[in-house]
């Protein structure tokens, strides 16, 4: 089995210009991203946020973006590149805050399912959640156990990453500090109430929210081209 992958969760919070230094950015990386083997997993734009356990009294971002490359050692390649060094500060003066989660992808091969329809129409979360000790058995237990509900409202996990370390190279940091982030989906926002008010829902999430110290989290869609 191959090795996970390092990925980057990055919440960016924009100036007025913002959007378009980070297109301007991802045109002239290509050969940099390329070189260094960094793939884009998703890019999402954030239009809400909301909690499981917790109070979510994180600024919410505009842009949610993971990255991945192929371990930590090439992404201090990446990052000490003389074209990455040269093409950031541009990047970076289009930034309010970044806040960075960095760690491996986790495998959820066992619980992935594919979406139905184009990205486009779905709906999506970006968890990041805080465990209290031995918690993370529980939220496990429950995405495997929640298959058929997943299933019934188009519900769908689409990866996990482990956090090893939160940086701001932009702004101040506010406390972020997750244990892990999930990236989950419906395949349409309209099956969110029937989805949370589901009798196997209610009964299933204890599994997942008496191991939680807390799960704040964006929801946001694919941005259209």
Known sequence: MPSPRFSLTMLMALQPDGAAALAAFRQAAGPLLAR?????????????????????????????????????????????????????????????????????????????TPGQGEPATRLYGVGLVRFKPGGEAGLDDFNRQAQPLFARHGMHVESMQQVMQVMTPVG?????????????????????????????????APLRDDGLERYDFFLGTVPQA
């Open 172 to 204: 101040t940091n506010d406390g972020l500090a997750p244990q892990r982030v999930v990236v989950f989906f419906l395949d349409a926002a309209a099956s969110l109430p029937a989805y949370a008010s589901d009798p196997e829902y209610r009964q299933l």
């Open 36 to 112: 260094h083997d960094v793939r884009i997993e998703r890019v999402l734009r954030i239009h809400g946020k909301g909690q499981i356990v917790g109070s979510n009294d994180f600024e919410q971002p505009d842009l949610i973006q993971q990255i991945s490359l192929p371990s930590p050692e090439a992404f201090k390649a990446y990052v000490a590149d003389p074209e990455y060094l040269a093409l950031a500060p541009a990047r970076d003066a289009g930034l309010r805050r970044l806040s960075v989660c960095a760690g491996p992808a986790l495998d959820v091969s066992a619980i992935a």
